[in-house]
């Protein structure tokens, strides 16, 4: 070979190496692009609709990749700027001045919490990467057993994989999980589409959404002619079209069952309920001139007494004392309730033989009786309530850095309860518990009639956490077919029927108080009887 020849080669090879380079450089560019873009289908941000055709890209990316790390770091680069966009309101933690941080470090915390929250999603949608391309995935209708081989139909079985990783194992809550961007919670307001959530729950919702992102993926595959992805290649458009149509029959099946249950005579509600929305934003509770218990208890007070008759809600740490231990509280509160006629469900303290300490809910009977038996938090949030045990052993710069805001923390409750008013049985939660339908499910199972969530989300200021929360409350009152309140401090506040109808609503930064009516059920939905994930 001379030279001429060798250095022509050398060139060739390094213009193929450079396309390469580029070449993966913007399907990396792809993945953050179009993970980013599907967090755009957020409550909060609202374009729901992109939830059907948003994981497209990422199923693609996944079968295209040459190797089984590449299409991980897709997925992982995926998740990441899925989860930074729908997570954004992480960033509204600061200012943290109320916890001693300046500006600039109440900036980075945030950030940085909002880095690490969504960075560990992205390592769930890698691994579920991994676990797509390990598995003998085939664009068949049915799966087979052939010559010792074994086949599984990639439509059925990619959103199986995907919803037992992403909704349950990966984010469970023994590894600090955290729910919260689940997929079927963009679709809180598509009512006629959420009423199966009675027999499948949300994540059978989920399901559904990644099911059809699954056949779009292998109907764009089979008819491109430049996409090579084996995974979803059809040999034939008859096998592509008897794909796509059981699809579509799943989902009419779905929508006509939704359409059916919202036609059904709906039970009259009768029950009078009010929620008090005190609006007492981070600042004036934990600043230089915070508001003692006092202060808080009395605009609560005040706002209580415009309520009429029947039941009546406060916040999370509404009463931020230990009620248990406190009979002058008790007796205060008791005297409103008899006095007004209302069976309060108040956000407090409990404290138990042991010092142990709870976030808690109690309730006051509308006779003046203080049922000492509160409802005690069982899924605590990662530093807010608790400091995970890694931590202890990390330097002391670190440990600042994670300091918990309820100060020692608190300990976990340990089973669901019903709180025995004169009106109705309460099952309660308490804020970040309302993303988890095994506690919602565990109250209704208990014998609430009614579920009830207390939040403060006052650490958040004006984010759109709020009507995350509201999706997630939704999704709780269809699964159950339970009237679901959810009553925030600094809003939104709102009742929500059994149909996820979201019947009255106070928006955030109101201080009032919201009343409606609500009705109570004691039947089972199969979800919650027979709820296994």
């Known amino acids: 070979m001379g030279p ?37 289908s957020a409550p909060g941000i609202g374009l729901w609709f992109y939830a059907w055709v948003g994981l497209i890209p990422l199923l693609i990316l996944v079968a295209s990749a040459k190797r089984k790390r590449e299409a991980a770091l897709k997925a992982l680069l995926f998740g990441l ?54 598995l003998p995935l085939k664009s068949t209708m049915i799966g087979h057993w052939r010559s010792g081989q074994l086949s599984l139909p990639a439509l059925w079985t990619i959103p199986l994989i995907w919803v037992v990783l992403v909704n349950k194992l ?10 919260w961007s689940m997929l079927e919670y963009s679709q809180y307001k598509q009512l006629p589409l959420i009423q199966v959530a009675s027999i ?18 292998i109907g764009f595959v089979t008819l491109s002619k430049t996409v090579k992805a084996k995974t979803f290649s059809v040999t034939g458009k008859g096998a592509l079209a008897l794909q796509g149509l059981t699809t579509l029959v799943v989902l009419l099946a779905v929508l006509t069952y939704g359409f059916w249950r919202l036609n059904e005579k709906q039970v009259v509600a009768t029950i009078t309920l009010s929620v008090v929305q005190p609006n007492v934003n981070i600042e004036m509770q934990k600043s230089e001139h915070r508001y003692t218990v006092l202060d808080l ?18 916040p999370e740490s509404a009463v931020p004392t230990r009620l248990s231990k406190n009979p002058s509280m008790q007796d205060r509160l008791g005297k409103l309730a008899k006095t007004r006629n209302l069976d309060l469900v108040v ?17 006051i009977r509308s006779d003046g009786t203080f049922l000492p038996q509160a409802y005690r938090k069982q ?6 309530e608790y400091t995970p045990v890694l931590v202890n052993y ?11 805001p309820a100060g020692a923390g608190y300990a976990s409750g340990l089973r669901a309860s019903v709180l025995e008013l004169c009106r109705a049985r309460v099952s309660p939660l308490i804020c970040f518990e309302t993303i988890s339908p095994e506690l919602a499910s565990a109250g209704a199972r208990a014998g609430g009639e009614l579920l009830v969530n207390v939040s403060d989300l006052a650490w958040f200021h004006k984010s759109i956490i709020g009507e995350q929360m509201l999706a997630c409350a939704v999704f709780r009152a269809v699964e159950n077919h339970r009237f679901f309140v959810f009553a925030a401090n600094t809003g939104p506040s709102a009742i929500i029927s059994p149909s996820g109808t979201i019947r009255s609503e106070l928006s955030q930064g109101l201080k009032m108080a919201l009343s409606g009516k609500v009705a109570l059920f004691s039947k089972l939905t199969p979800f919650t009887r027979w709820f296994i994930f």
């Open 81 to 134: 700027a899925y989860n930074c966009v729908y997570l954004n309101w992480y960033l509204y933690l600061a200012p943290l001045d109320w916890l001693g941080f300046s500006d600039l470090e109440s900036n980075l915390l945030a950030g940085a919490a909002l880095f690490i929250v969504s960075f560990h999603q992205g390592l769930i949608f890698a691994l579920f990467a991994l676990i797509f391309r390990l």
């Open 297 to 314: 208890v009395n605009q609560q007070v005040a706002l209580t007494k415009e309520c009429p008759q029947g039941i009546c809600i406060w």
């Open 4 to 40: 001429s020849a060798f250095i022509e080669n050398k060139l060739v090879a390094t213009s193929a190496r450079n396309r390469n380079i580029f070449s993966t450089v913007g399907q990396h560019f792809a993945s953050v692009f179009f993970g980013a873009l599907l967090g755009l």
């Open 200 to 217: 499948i729950g949300g994540i059978g919702i989920e399901y559904l959404i990644v099911l059809v992102n699954v056949i779009l993926s």
């Open 347 to 363: 956000g407090s303290i409990d404290e138990d033989s042991n010092g142990q300490v709870y976030n808690a809910v109690f309730a």
């Open 379 to 384: 899924y605590l949030v990662p530093f807010g």
């Open 394 to 404: 990390m330097p002391a710069w670190i440990k600042r850095l994670t300091n918990t």
């Open 170 to 179: 990966g984010n469970a809550h023994c590894l600090t999980g955290v729910p």
